[in-house]
């Protein structure tokens, strides 16, 4: 019997700056892919093809009150103008081993949530962040690799629009 790997601890740092006691929590991207539905001559059904990315790749993370930091690149006109990265330490509670993930980031904030002003209660803060680049890495490995700008789409080391990319003659 194996028990799963939990999170027991996170961190977020925004270029650079860490937001270690101030992050309350991360809602990291749904990766998805847009699949089209087809179903040609001589098929006994429809097949789904994979036509790249589907929607938009967006952050949400709440902190416990005022970063002052989160406003300076607000309404950047660079897609990249954000640093963003998590870091994660999973446990098993039936083993003695700590699984580190980390997930970079680059976008730009779309939107910041204030929240509630309430004098004596508490305060959190929502930013969206929409992003043109992810990495998951997992001990050291690099599990998913999503560059839009630069057409770069890898999963386990595997760049799966190398091939494309030559033939564009990008």
Not at 13 to 37: A, W
Not at 51 to 79: A, H, K, P, Y
Request: charged share 25%; proline share 2%.
């Amino acid at each position: 019997m194996a028990l799963p790997k939990k999170l027991k601890g996170l961190n977020l740092f925004g270029n650079g700056d860490s937001y270690q006691g101030q992050i309350q929590s991360v809602t990291l991207p749904t990766l998805s892919r847009k699949i089209e539905e087809w179903r040609g001559g001589g098929m006994d059904g429809a097949v789904g093809i994979d036509m790249g990315m589907d929607g938009t790749l967006t952050c949400q993370w709440t902190v416990g009150g005022l970063i002052e930091s989160i406003f300076d690149n607000f309404g950047s006109s660079r897609l990249d103008a954000e640093l963003l990265r998590m870091t994660g330490s999973f446990e098993r509670d039936d083993a003695d081993e700590v699984v580190a993930v980390e997930v970079v980031m680059r976008g730009r904030h779309t939107e910041i949530d204030l929240g509630d002003a309430q004098s004596g209660e508490n305060t959190e803060h929502q930013i969206t962040s929409t992003l043109s680049y992810y990495k998951l890495t997992i001990d050291g490995a690099t599990k998913i690799e999503i560059d839009l700008p630069n057409y770069v789409f890898k999963v386990n080391g595997e760049d799966r629009l190398a091939q494309r990319r030559t033939a564009l003659g990008v």
